[in-house]
């Protein structure tokens, strides 16, 4: 299940998440630097991004794909599940729904991910203090409930951008 690509391991990692919670938004600031306000295409995806981020002098790849127009609970075909090495779980700090709806994803993926898949949680939109409906400590809760690791990040300012694609890469390199 794992890609050759000059003898290098390519790791299929996924963003998951309810539309809106800003998964195209923060694979394009990773890739780009850029961010663009405004909805981006809900059934046009920007499909896979490749990247290589390096972890103590050794070439992590990275083979990201942003999920579009699949997000709506269970359509998420399970065999895309299946292959994937790393999770990237996002919600919207602003939206309260997104971050409840975390625990069904997570159930998605507990049934349908390898046992060994390294898990991410991202509560995106830290920028938007005033309108905040989901505290930094209930991520953290809900996190260390099932596990994994968690950040907060914003695609709009950069905090915790590369730090969070920097954690899966490193979480890949040491797990083997
Ligand atoms: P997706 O459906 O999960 O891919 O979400 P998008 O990337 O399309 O983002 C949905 C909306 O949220 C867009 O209007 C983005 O500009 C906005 N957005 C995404 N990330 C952030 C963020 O970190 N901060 C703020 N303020 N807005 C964001
Ligand atoms: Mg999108």
């Known amino acids: ?24 938004s923060l694979l394009v600031k990773f890739d780009t630097g850029k961010f663009q ?13 490749n ?24 359509s998420v075909t399970h065999a895309y599940y299946r292959d994937a090495h790393a999770l990237l779980l996002l919600y919207d700090v602003t939206n309260k729904t997104s971050f409840d709806n975390i ?13 060994d898949v390294v898990i991410m949680l991202l509560g995106n939109k830290a920028d938007c203090g005033s309108n ?8 953290e809760r809900l996190a260390r409930e099932y596990n994994v690791t968690f950040m907060e990040t914003s695609a709009k300012s950069g905090q915790n951008v590369e730090l969070a694609f920097l954690a899966i890469a490193r979480e890949l390199k040491y797990r083997q």
């Open 51 to 74: 990247k290589v981020v390096s972890v103590d002098q050794t070439r992590v790849k990275l083979q990201i794909w942003d999920t579009a127009g699949q997000e709506r609970f269970r």
């Open 103 to 115: 625990r069904a994803w997570l159930g998605e993926i507990r049934e349908y991910a390898q046992d």
């Open 1 to 24: 299940d794992v890609i050759e690509d000059n003898e290098q391991i390519v790791h299929k990692t996924i963003l998951l998440g309810d539309s809106g919670v800003g998964k195209t």
């Open 37 to 49: 306000s405004g909805n981006f295409s809900a059934t046009v995806g920007i499909g896979f991004t």
């Open 132 to 139: 905040r409906a989901v505290r930094r400590e209930e991520g």
